[in-house]
């Protein structure tokens, strides 16, 4: 899927990042914020939207936003705990 229809913005108030495809909700990432940890500890991709690969763009986008933010992860939903294993480059970021 091209990444030019995809965008994942950040709801601070619902506390999670939402993956857009064509301007409609196809997704997210949750997390409950613990002091200066972020517990990423449920991702959803919508069933219409599932195997298209679109849950890479979102957990790479959230934890991206969450290093600039100065924050580090807690992967407790093991679709972040496997990104992070297989995308080495964050795990700096486990708390």
Do not use: C, I, K, S
């Given at each position: 899927m091209s990444t030019e229809n995809i965008s994942v913005t950040h709801d601070i108030d619902a506390s999670r990042y939402v993956l857009?495809?064509?301007?409609?909700?196809?997704?997210?990432a949750?997390?409950?914020?613990?002091?200066?940890?972020?517990?990423f500890?449920?991702?959803?991709?919508?069933?219409?939207?599932?195997?298209?690969?679109?849950s890479a763009p979102l957990i790479s986008a959230a934890l991206d936003a969450t290093r600039a933010?100065?924050?580090?992860?807690?992967p407790s939903c093991s679709a972040v705990e496997a990104f992070i294993a297989k995308n080495p480059g964050y795990a700096d970021l486990v708390q």
């Open positions: 857009q495809v064509d301007g409609t909700v196809a997704g997210y949750a997390y409950v914020q613990l002091g200066g940890v972020r517990d500890n449920h991702t959803v991709v919508d069933p219409a939207f599932r195997g298209q690969g679109l933010e100065g924050f580090g992860v807690l």
